[in-house]
């Protein structure tokens, strides 16, 4: 039978490394420093990837929506086993459950829609935002004091296209657009697993609303799948919503380059950063 991501054109998500077990719902997730933060845990980006990536194994068909809560948090040289339970199974419509634990213990639970229906005529209702195209925009610098060689940030290249990000918007509180390019060298973007590598990054986008120092715990993260057409690099344009207690909840549209709304993505987080080292 054939995967509906690789009829589609845009395969497997090679940098997750994902195996599946005999049963056909179980896979494990090796959680290497490579799908880590900087922190010494699994970047939540990478734990949706899989998710996506297991769920559409499983049922032989397309994700169109995925949103994740995240309970514990693997670290790495973790085995994460990835569970995946079908809820519904229509005709063309499946609605199902991916749970990723650690020894019996929950780290995050995804629920996820797929489908099977065939590409029909699309609309798009919205248009993407006008910046300089990548190579004009310059670099965004990772803000952290700790070593970040190999682990994911070693898989994203990123580039500011409008606003402050990290420590540029401390004490300078962002009230216009926050739009990052984003790339994942020698890998397109299109496939619902690899849209949701490269959309956690909301908290970014609340810390710079705020002028605070960057730094957040992902509550949950939802992704919805628009267009699956690869593209190298995408615009994230990212909205903070609001704060309070603590907690910021922010949105972002993700846009291909010729102009497509691929995707976009919603975002509750506890913003904090006892457990960061910043830059000086």
């Known amino acids: ?3 509906s991501a690789e009829h589609s054109g845009d395969g497997r998500f090679e940098l997750l490394e994902l195996t599946a077990a005999a049963s056909q719902n179980r ?11 900087p922190f010494e845990f699994l970047y939540g ?22 949103t994740t809560q995240f309970i514990g948090s693997p670290t790495p040289g973790d085995d994460v086993d990835i569970v ?15 749970v990723g634990s650690i020894e019996g213990r929950p780290m995050y639970t995804s629920l996820c829609a797929l489908t099977s229906k065939a590409s029909g005529d699309s609309r798009q209702f919205a248009e993407m935002p006008t910046v300089s195209p990548p190579e004009e925009c310059p670099d965004m610098s990772e803000p952290f ?7 994911f940030f070693d898989h994203l290249e990123r580039r500011v296209a409008a606003g402050a990000w990290a420590l540029d918007a401390v004490d300078d509180p962002q009230r216009g657009p926050l739009r990052m390019w984003c790339r994942i060298p020698d890998h397109p973007i299109g496939s ?25 715990t992902s509550l949950d993260n939802t992704v919805r799948v628009i267009d699956r057409r690869p593209t190298e690099w995408v615009l994230l344009d990212a909205r903070p ?31 904090r950063t006892s457990h960061q080292r910043i830059a000086t």
Do not use: K
């Open 1 to 3: 039978m054939t995967n």
């Open 27 to 37: 896979f494990t997730l090796h959680a290497r420093r490579a799908l880590c933060t």
């Open 45 to 66: 980006g990478s734990a949706i990837a899989a998710s996506i990536e297991a769920a559409e194994v499983a049922t032989d068909r397309a994700l169109q929506w995925v």
């Open 84 to 98: 995946v339970e079908t809820g519904a199974a229509g005709r063309a419509t499946s609605q199902i459950e991916v």
């Open 145 to 151: 004091a700790v070593d970040t060689e190999g682990t």
């Open 192 to 216: 619902p697993a690899t849209q949701a590598f490269v959309a956690d990054i909301i908290p970014l986008a609340v810390c710079a609303a705020l002028g605070v120092v960057p730094g957040g």
């Open 241 to 271: 919503d609001g704060y309070h207690q603590g907690i910021g909840h922010g949105s972002l549209d993700i846009w291909s380059e010729d102009g497509r709304l691929i995707g976009t993505a919603q975002q509750t987080c506890i913003i």
